[in-house]
């Protein structure tokens, strides 16, 4: 009976063999890829935990200490050597030395190696030489307890593993994709992985970040132990030089100068940022000089390098080592631990195999030593046979083998008959005596290494790093990165335009009617004559609807902007004021602004950037029987809600038209701006150290370490250098700063008080002086401030204790002026005993009285944003 299933095959008069050929390739297929992907992760891209190398990293090392003679060698011959045990070809072979030479850890190096930081590759294999580091021979290698294997063509032996006594996959890191998994272990700093394995050793829960021969800063807020899942951010180091120059000092990992500078000229063709030119002036060490077109802020600027080129980039660590021929998932302080107990055990092992040599020597020199003081050779002269010989050597023996700590076995007695007559003849029983008082002096330190193991692990750890520790401190920084909204620092690279009667905007329009500037990432809003609202993304021409009335770059989450509106509702024929805001929004939908009746309409709109009410007057239509037809209303009587809100009705008459009467005070008050030390940025978020209520013309006072004071906007955008600040705070001029400082040029302390008399934003000036040497010892804006000092006294230099009030100690000068001296004797020591700043830590400021509100005033109103719209019946 024939099958009917349309999915069954239909064989021909031979299809049974061929099926079975089919299912025979078909297994042999899936076998061998399982074979290949098993050699491709075991033999090829991952690393051992024990040893923390590659098969092909490992094989050279093992060539280089074949070959190691303490001189160079070329890194050709090398090569051509390890091509004996690394069947893969000399191109990985080459690669991966020049990479393990270029981590300056376990090679040596003479030659143009090349620079990982501009990308130069490495010259030719016969031009450059290498030989291993003092580090690799004392930490890799110990033949006694490595375990072997034959070569791949059986010629050769070649180590499994080598016995690293140290965290070597942590500190080179490294990178590896196989088949069906991959692996990333970022490079950790030499010393903290030591620190951190003595900490393991002592019983404290250790911690490690990556840190990178590059330099740079580094954020692990998401680092998750280097597992899976997690992100590290990291960033060049970017220093303002003056307002018109940026350096780069210090490039991410992984990046180089030139695909660097790529990025930066690559975002400024596309208009991302706005800069003069870009100049590469690295040598021995980073050094990029940017230079900014004229009008272009540096702090915006470098945001914007952080967000649009490769000044920033993101790393995802996936940490994979092999453990017993199987590939791993683990986070680096597992991995870490897992080193410092595999180290232990080494140790361990070293000490049990120098205790057994120093046993061996011990025991064939006591055979020795009574083998001649006995005269036990003089037994043998009538001995006829070999062995008549070994038996009367073991006779003479018998009665001293209770002295041994071992059985003397015929190997031992082998060993006595090939000592020479010479050695004999001048054997010395003292110098012996010394010789074996000598081991058993090594062997019972050996014994307490081995007692207290954890100790002597420690110790180990101690001397790696003292002895290899010089100059490879931590050259990443570690710090906690803000985040950098792209819309907030891209500047503005086109302009707005808009054709109200035809209902067309964008950026192409530019015989229209011109906005603002804007972006070409930015969001436009726009308000229609008949109540309809929309958000958009800019674009070279867009139609959003005729009778534009009002259009506007958007900022998402802006709660300050208020929008003041009446509108006529075609159902009732009422009028409506209401206020509101527009912080979130689905882009390309259209909103009612009205009821959305039909026949509704806008008849008065303004946009308020701080939420400023308002006075209009009102006059209604002349026909209505209104007994009063003209009549002022304040929009500060109505509370802000969304825009979904119905609003109040404002007259149930017609109205002929709309005016402003005047503009009144910000709704929100003055902007509560706070001050985040740990990433050197504003906020308006509550983070931090709340600084001030600020008003539009209000600045920021910042008083550096280094002595000098500078003026700046509140601008949320501005970066300030967290380590160097002293004093952060909304400025007064009424505000005294004292100061005690160094005068290099009298050699002598100085105390100054003085108001800030220069009105010159985003410029420092220095208070202490000019000299280089001067130094700023304590700084503080309280009313009383006060100081404890200590100085030496007459001819047998008694230490006095004074407390000193600075206000009382002088008055109040220019913030030029040199200052008065604080004493005539030498001063030890100085103390501030007063704060440096009365601002509380807070993050909510407790709010001002209603009369004394900065922002209560009208004449602190700022009216150039503002846009005023009146529509006539």
């Not at 972006?519 to 004559?529: N, Q």
Request: some cysteine; hydrophobic content about 35%.
């Amino acid at each position: 009976m024939s099958s009917t299933d349309p999915n069954e095959p239909v064989l021909p008069e031979n299809g049974t063999e061929k099926l079975h050929e089919m299912t025979h390739i078909r297994n042999m297929f899936d076998n061998w890829w399982l074979d290949y992907a098993s050699y491709v992760i075991l033999d090829r891209a991952v690393p051992a935990i024990y040893d923390g190398l590659k098969p092909v990293q490992r094989r050279i090392l093992h060539s280089m200490k074949e070959m190691d003679d303490g001189r160079y060698h070329k890194v050709a011959n090398i090569i051509g050597q390890t091509m004996q045990y690394h069947p893969h070809g000399d191109q990985s072979i080459t690669a991966a030395l020049v990479n393990m030479g270029q981590k300056e850890l376990l090679i040596d190096c003479q030659g143009n190696w090349g620079d990982n930081r501009t990308g130069d590759s490495a010259a030719a294999a016969r031009y450059i030489e290498a030989r291993l580091s003092k580090f690799a021979l004392e930490v890799l290698f110990n033949g006694d307890i490595t375990k072997w294997q034959l070569s791949y063509d059986g010629r050769k032996k070649e180590p499994i593993f080598f016995p690293v006594k140290f965290p070597l996959v942590l500190a080179q890191g490294v990178e590896g994709i196989a088949v069906g998994l991959s692996t990333k272990v970022m490079p950790h700093n030499f010393c903290e992985l030591i620190n951190a394995s003595i900490h393991i050793l002592e019983g404290k829960e250790p911690v490690i970040f990556p840190d990178f021969l590059t330099g740079g800063m580094i954020d692990v807020s998401n680092y998750n132990d280097g597992k899976k899942g997690g992100k590290l951010r990291i960033r060049s180091k970017i220093e303002e030089l003056d307002k018109k120059t940026l350096v780069i000092r210090e490039i991410p990992y992984g990046k180089t100068t030139t695909g660097l500078i790529e990025s930066i000229i690559k975002a400024n063709d596309k208009g991302k940022i706005k800069i003069k030119k870009v100049i590469d002036n690295t040598a021995k060490d980073v050094e990029i000089v940017v230079e900014l077109a004229p009008g272009v802020s540096p702090d915006v600027t470098v945001d914007a390098l952080y967000a649009f080129t490769d000044c920033e980039v993101s790393e995802s660590p996936n940490a994979c080592v092999i453990i017993d021929d199987k590939p791993i998932f683990m986070g680096v302080t597992d991995i870490l631990r897992f080193n410092t107990e595999h180290t232990v055990q080494l140790l361990k092992l070293e000490l049990e195999n120098t205790r057994d040599s120093l046993m061996e020597k011990w025991h064939f020199s006591s055979l020795e030593k009574i083998f001649i003081e006995k005269r036990i050779y003089r037994d043998i002269e009538e001995c006829t046979t070999w062995e008549s010989v070994l038996s009367t050597i073991d006779t003479g023996l018998e009665p001293y083998k209770k002295l041994f700590k071992r059985e003397v076995t015929r190997d031992d007695i082998l060993k006595l008959t090939e000592i020479k007559i010479k050695r004999i003849s001048k054997f010395d029983s003292f110098k012996a005596d010394e010789e074996l008082k000598n081991l058993e002096k090594e062997i019972g330190e050996v014994n307490h290494h081995l007692a207290h193991l954890i100790e002597f692990a420690i110790d180990y750890f101690r001397g790696i790093l003292k002895k290899y520790g010089a100059g490879r401190e931590r050259k990443t920084e570690i710090r906690t990165f803000d985040t950098i909204t792209a819309r907030q620092v891209v500047i503005a690279n086109q302009k707005l335009y808009v054709n109200r009667d035809d209902g067309f905007i964008g950026y192409g329009l530019k015989k229209d009617e011109f906005i603002c500037d804007c972006s070409d990432m930015d969001d436009i809003i726009v308000f229609l004559k008949n109540g309809t609202l929309i958000v958009t993304k800019i674009e070279d021409k867009k139609f959003v609807g005729k009778d534009i009335l009002h259009v506007d770059v958007w900022k998402k989450s802006d709660e300050r902007r208020i929008y003041n509106v009446v509108y006529f509702d075609g159902d009732s024929g009422f009028a409506y004021a209401k206020r509101f805001n527009v912080t979130a929004i689905t882009r390309d939908r259209e909103y009612p602004v009205t009821k959305g009746t039909k026949g509704s309409k806008i008849l008065y709109f303004t946009s308020n950037p701080n939420g400023e009410s308002e006075v209009v007057n009102v006059t209604l239509s002349q026909g209505c029987r209104a007994k009063i037809k003209v009549f002022d209303y304040d929009f500060g009587d109505l509370s802000i809600k969304g825009r979904n809100s119905m609003g109040n009705i404002l007259t149930r008459w017609p109205v002929k038209k709309i005016v402003r009467k005047s503009v009144g005070p910000s709704s929100f008050g003055a902007r509560k701006v706070w001050y985040d030390a740990v990433i050197g940025r504003l906020n308006l978020d509550g983070r931090g150290k709340w600084i001030g209520n600020f008003n539009t013309s209000d600045s920021i006072l910042v008083i550096y370490k280094d002595g000098t004071y500078e003026l700046t906007s509140h601008e949320i955008t501005n970066r300030y250098e967290p380590e160097n600040v002293l004093v952060i705070r909304k400025f007064h001029p009424e505000t005294v700063i004292s100061a005690v400082y160094w005068e290099a040029s009298q050699e002598n302390y100085f105390v100054k008080r003085f108001q800030i008399e220069t009105q010159t934003l985003d410029k420092r000036f220095s208070f202490i002086g000019d000299e280089k040497k001067s130094k700023l010892i304590a700084v503080s804006v309280v009313q009383e401030p006060s100081i404890s000092f200590t100085i030496e006294k007459g001819k047998t230099k008694e230490e006095i204790t004074e407390e000193l009030n600075l206000v009382e100690f002088m008055d109040v000068k220019g913030w030029k002026a040199l200052g008065n001296r604080l004493s005539q004797f030498t001063v030890k020591s100085i103390q501030l005993l007063s704060p440096v700043d009365d601002l509380a830590e807070t993050t909510e400021p407790d709010p001002l009285p209603e009369e004394l509100d900065e922002s209560s005033s009208p004449e602190n109103d700022d009216d150039e944003e503002k846009e005023q719209i009146g529509l006539f019946e």
